[in-house]
């Protein structure tokens, strides 16, 4: 009655594919705790201890969804700072434990993400990813204005980065105000200064001291008079002169205060249409960039959803949008874009303001504005979690429908027609007729029973008076 044995192979087999998942599995979880071990939990003695040290802080609330999809990233971040040997040190800490200490950092929201260098606290606005925080960390920590002292050092520079800014020349009151710039939007970009023999030999300066910005394969020259104010000349320009275009992007470019021209396109429709429009709006950002390049932000977005979120209606794909980001207009073409003759035209007449806008920020968009993201808030909760859509919408609504129910069934003041009236009157008066007959009947049964007490009580009387004289009889 035994039951025969798998062969040895079978068994060892078996065994070694078990030893395999438990250390497979065992390899996963050291490797997934040693990962998060790097970010460092931080209390309240944070505040004293960190000021000789620079640090790249989370402070999150653990009921926040965003703060959830970035704590994988964080550990990955604290992993690849401490593999590379980074003094930035990375921590994290629960602001909703320890609200004073976030609070004096100016934590308004969450996940905010710092850099923390002695007394200045740097805020993060990029876009989360490990490669996003990991540059702006070692952009930021590092100093405000970097050095470029050779030719080949810029060079290395430019192929790094889309986008910096370089001041070239000696001491002069713009090298201050460029300083003060950098301290003021280091977190989006670089800054440098050079001389002018560190300069290539593609880029040429007509007087000293100059401030350039080096993008789109090329450099641009500020001008005081034309461009204004230094601050405000880096923030326009910050920017590459084609963009690929999404939410965030959007929001960030509504800082430059231009108006943003926007290819509507399919990423994943190879169509000559689709193809076409991109090029042309490129070729405007780049070829047509003295026209154009103080006033408009040129970019192409996939798909058409954020933008029919934007100006709440829908656009075809293909198309050209222009959206003002300060007042909430946008511009839509009357007639379809077919070369880059009608596309200057359109840009053109929106630059001359013979343009219709629609949209904007009065009342009635607001409100309009409103009931659309309830709309949109309701659509997206139905078609994420159908189940969790009714139980949120279906049961108030229930509710106030029992009560509305309970509201109109109930009993109040009922007002009868005339001829009702004269009948419940007439009902009324036939009642007192009734009531007074019984008031007579009872009173005469009253009176009644009264004589007859009287008599009753008058033969007693006389009852007692024979029986007293008969006594008197016999004693006699």
Partial sequence: GCRPQPPLTSKMAASGAVHLVLFLCGVAVFRSAAVSSFAIDLDSSFKDSREDEIWLVDFYAPWCGHCKKLEPIWDEVAAEMFSSGSPIKVGKMDATIYAGIASEFGVRGYP????????????????????????????VSGPLVRSLSTQQLFDHWQKRHPVFFVYVGGESPLKEKFFEVAAELIVYTYFFSASEDALPEDVSVQELPAVLVV??????????????????????????????????????????????????????????????????????????????????????????DYINSVIMDEVIVPSIVVLNTSNQQYFIPETAIGNIEDLIKFITDILEGSAQAQGGD???????????????????????????????????????????????????????????????????????????????????????????????????????????????????
Wanted: charged content about 35%.
């Fill in 112 to 139: 905010t993400i710092k850099l923390l260098k002695g007394d200045l606290a740097y805020n993060y606005r990029g876009p989360r990813t490990k490669e996003d925080i990991i540059e702006f960390a070692g952009r």
């Fill in 362 to 476: 009065s009342f009635y968009y607001r409100v309009r504005r409103l009931l659309y993201d309830g709309k949109s808030t309701i659509l997206s909760v139905f078609k994420t979690s159908p189940l969790l859509g009714c139980f949120l919408f279906g049961l108030p609504l229930g509710v106030i429908s029992i009560m509305c129910y309970g509201i109109w069934t109930a009993d109040g003041e009922y007002e009868p027609e005339e001829g009702e009236l004269l009948q419940n009157e007439a009902i009324e008066q036939g009642d007192a007729e009734a009531s007074d007959e019984e008031k007579e009947e009872n009173h005469d049964k009253h009176h009644k029973a009264d004589n007859e007490v009287k008599e009753d009580s008058k033969e007693l009387q006389d009852e007692e008076l024979e029986e007293k004289s008969m006594v008197e009889k016999k004693r006699d």
């Fill in 215 to 304: 993008k789109d394969g090329t450099y641009y020259t500020y001008d005081e008079y034309e461009d204004g104010d230094l601050s405000s000349w880096v923030t326009k320009e910050r920017f590459l002169g084609y963009v690929h275009i999404d939410g965030f992007t959007l929001y960030e470019l509504a800082e430059t205060g231009k108006l943003v021209v926007v290819a509507v396109i399919d990423s994943t429709n190879s169509s000559e249409e689709h193809i076409s429009l991109k090029a042309m709006t490129q070729e405007i950002a780049t070829g047509y960039r003295e026209q154009f390049h103080r006033n408009f932000q040129f970019g192409h977005i996939d798909g058409a």
